[in-house]
């Protein structure tokens, strides 16, 4: 059974542009949220998608956008990208959306440099 | 957002048990505690989670107190493979039940050959 898959896995990327990162979920799976993780402010929940309707929003800048596609794919975009933005970002799938009984399955991540 | 205070780091031997404490003295009746871990250079990945009882798996054992303000994650028999970051997450409905995992700093387990 394939896992979560990101791509890509590294980026670079100038300030003031913008990025579209994807994340491939587990078969079945239609639950996807994702996360940022850096150094200072560790794994912090972005937003969460479920039957392509976002359900769940974390505390970031519209800057962030995501969405989610029929077949339960998804992106997520940074645009205006600020130097602050360098990060792992984190894809994660789960299998039932609304309970708290299931766990989540997480991609490698896409390292994103900002330059 | 209920929260979990871990210590920042732990050290073990290998072969030997880890008990690995979590308080979280805000949590509600019905948030799941739930354990990840990250290995270096990986996502994080699920080990256990219980709601009341005492839970195991291949993984781990978790033990949670009576009143569940704490909890307490035990790897049996450490390996060099067990050091990672480890994550004590109360499962947060969030809006419509949605699934949302609030990290905090976690543990850094060091296992020493």
């Known amino acids: 059974k394939a896992g979560v898959t990101q791509t890509p896995r590294y980026l670079i990327k100038t300030r003031g542009q913008q990025v579209t990162l994807s994340c491939s979920p587990i078969s079945g799976h239609r639950s996807v949220s994702w996360y940022q993780q850096t150094p200072g402010q560790g794994l912090q929940f972005l937003f969460e998608y ?3 309707t976002q359900r769940n929003k974390g505390n970031f800048p519209g800057r962030f956008s995501g969405r989610q596609f029929s077949n339960s794919r998804s992106e997520m975009n940074v645009s205006t990208l600020e130097l ?8 994660a799938s789960s299998k039932i ?7 989540a399955f997480f991609g490698q991540g896409t390292r994103l440099t900002v330059v | 957002d ?6 920042n780091s732990m050290e073990s031997n290998e072969e030997e048990p880890v008990h690995l404490p979590c308080n979280h003295s805000t949590i509600s009746g019905t948030d799941y505690i739930h354990w990840y871990r990250q290995l270096p250079s990986q996502g994080p990945e699920y080990v256990i989670h219980g709601l ?8 781990a054992s978790l033990a949670i107190a009576e009143d569940r303000k704490s909890s307490t994650l035990i790897l049996h028999r450490a390996t060099l493979r067990d050091a990672a970051v480890y994550y004590c997450i109360l499962r947060d409905r969030g809006i419509q039940g949605a699934q949302k995992l609030v990290f905090g700093q976690g543990t850094r387990l060091t296992i020493n050959p």
Request: charged share 15%; hydrophobic share 25%.
């Open chain 2, 2 to 7: 209920a929260k979990t205070t871990q210590p």
């Open chain 2, 52 to 59: 009341t009882s005492n839970v195991n798996n291949r993984m």
């Open chain 1, 50 to 52: 479920f039957s392509e």
């Open chain 1, 84 to 91: 602050g933005d360098s990060a792992l970002y984190l894809c």
């Open chain 1, 97 to 103: 959306q609304g309970t708290w009984n299931t766990e």
